[in-house]
């Protein structure tokens, strides 16, 4: 069973401090994973897909990384704007749905 | 870039009533529409697949006579909560698949449904 875990559950950071969140994930095969920011009362904003280990994607703060077993999304100098829950997902299920792990949530304080 | 808008953002009814959400892609053909559902502090839990002019495809527990999808446009999903109940309390998400790209990236800004 396709199967997403993230960690750690909560994160809180001091601005400037950089840190990563982790995705850890079983398939059976990899379509994709993509990684998401839900900020509170909000619908997913898409960052970033990922199809093949070694593969690394960045955008401004973030860069997402890939291995054949977990993900992660490093965040350097992080600004409080930064704050927001981060979910990762992958490509799959038998209606090709995206399965999502329960998020990281990040909270920057200045 | 490409846009789902999802209605209302807010909705909140009295127990026994049905509530409509509407799901739209605005600059691209969604031949596939994704409903989920999320609690507090939990993850996005799919509900339903719809696609455009058949049946849409539920999830092992989730009631489709409570659940009414209708994917009737090429970029118009929507999701009735028939009868509800304050269980049925809870933030409900739209995504939509792009058809030309066939990847599931555009999600709606949910709506969260109170019923009291």
């Known amino acids: 069973e396709d199967q997403v875990t993230q960690s750690p559950e909560a994160l809180r950071l001091q601005e400037g401090e950089s840190s990563s969140l982790n995705c850890s994930y079983t398939?059976?095969?990899?379509?994709?994973l993509f990684w998401y920011r839900q900020d509170p009362g909000k619908g997913p904003e898409f960052l970033f897909t990922l199809y093949s280990a070694g593969e690394e994607k960045e955008k401004e703060r973030l860069k997402a990384t890939l291995t054949k077993k977990e993900s992660f999304l490093h965040i350097t100098a992080p600004k409080p704007e930064d704050s927001a829950t981060y979910l990762c997902a992958l490509y799959g299920g038998s209606q090709g749905n995206l399965i999502f792990g329960k998020g990281t949530k990040l909270s920057v304080k200045p | 870039g490409a846009v789902v808008s999802q209605h209302p953002s807010r909705v909140i009814c009295k127990s026994g009533t049905s509530v409509k959400i509407e799901c739209r892609s605005l600059d691209f053909q969604a031949t596939t529409m994704f409903w989920y559902r999320q609690f507090p502090k939990q993850s996005l839990m799919l509900m339903a697949t719809s696609n455009e002019g058949s049946k849409a495809t539920y999830e092992q527990g989730v009631e489709k006579d409570k659940f009414l999808i209708n994917h009737a446009s090429l970029t118009l999903s929507t999701l009735t909560v028939t009868s509800a109940h304050p269980e049925d309390s809870s933030f409900y998400i739209c995504?939509?698949?792009?058809?030309?790209?066939?990847?599931?990236?555009?999600f709606g800004n949910g709506t969260r449904l109170t019923v009291t």
């Open positions: 995504s939509a698949r792009d058809g030309a790209s066939q990847l599931p990236l555009h």
């Open positions: 398939v059976s095969g990899l379509r994709g």
